[in-house]
């Protein structure tokens, strides 16, 4: 099934002008689409009580590049209470790249919001003084608009730069017009600016690849151990697939088939 021929690319879905964005500006740098396993590519459910049922589904699309990107994905889900994109690229540890993580969450009462270039290495050697001026930038502009969520515990907050964009809104129509507009050009913003610091960058040495491979291990291993969206998850789709999408395929660190 292709994601242009699901509910993930009308406006019906919160974030699809947010997935079609990213799925063109990936073209333009010659990345290619990376089928998903049957397992995962595709997901119906129902919850709530038996006089009020809900739908809910699970789309999961991937892509690669030959040499920059391991692996690309996006989950999306849709229902009348939920609707998720989470993101991420995963780039070749041939270069000293970050990830990019997106986690736009909208659940029964509220919107939560994450937007980063997450270090795989301590920030000060991954993040030279023009790219972390750059994304300050760009954080404070969006900031100016959406408010900053709760500090982040130090375990986790780890995994985060000072880039970092962290928002929790009510759902009311004046978060839907701040999602529309301040946080789809800060989207466009960050995405741009990491695929072209990712497809500028130098090659480094085996040295330093070896600590990117840790680096991105720690973080995966990480959120596979203490995913936040695992109950939610098992709440909505069942433990058994809940723990075979994050195990296999969202934060695996073998190679995704």
């Excluded at 009510?170 to 960050?190: A, G, H, R, T, V």
Aim: hydrophobic share 35%.
């Amino acid at each position: 099934m292709l994601i242009q021929n699901t509910i993930f690319y009308s406006q019906e879905w919160r974030w699809a002008k947010f997935i079609k964005f990213l799925i063109s500006q990936l073209a333009k740098y010659h990345c290619v689409e990376h089928k998903i396993p049957s397992d995962f590519s595709y997901k119906e459910s129902t919850y709530g009580s038996k006089k009020s049922k809900n739908n809910i589904n699970l789309f999961t699309w991937g892509a690669t590049h030959q040499k920059r990107i391991n692996f690309a994905r996006a989950v999306c889900i849709n229902s009348p209470n939920y609707s998720v994109l989470n993101f991420l690229i995963i780039p070749n540890t041939t270069y000293n790249i970050p990830f990019l993580g997106v986690d736009f969450v909208s659940l029964p009462t509220s919107h939560l919001l994450v937007l980063d270039f997450q270090p795989s290495l301590k920030v000060e050697n991954q993040f030279n003084s023009e790219l972390l001026e750059q994304l300050i930038k760009l954080k404070k502009s969006c900031h100016s608009s959406l408010p900053v969520a709760e500090r982040m515990s130090e375990d986790v907050a780890r995994f985060f730069s000072p880039g970092l964009i962290w928002s929790r809104l009510p759902k009311q129509q004046d978060s839907d017009n701040l999602i529309e507009n301040q946080l789809y050009d800060s989207f466009k913003e960050y995405l741009n600016l990491y695929l072209k610091t990712l497809f500028e960058s130098e090659k480094v040495g085996q040295g330093l690849q070896q600590e990117l491979i840790n680096g991105q291990n720690d973080y995966l291993n990480y959120r596979r151990d203490k995913d936040p969206a695992r109950p939610m998850l098992s709440s909505l789709f069942g433990k058994d697939f809940t723990e075979s999408l994050i195990n296999k395929l969202l934060f695996s660190t073998n190679k995704v088939l």
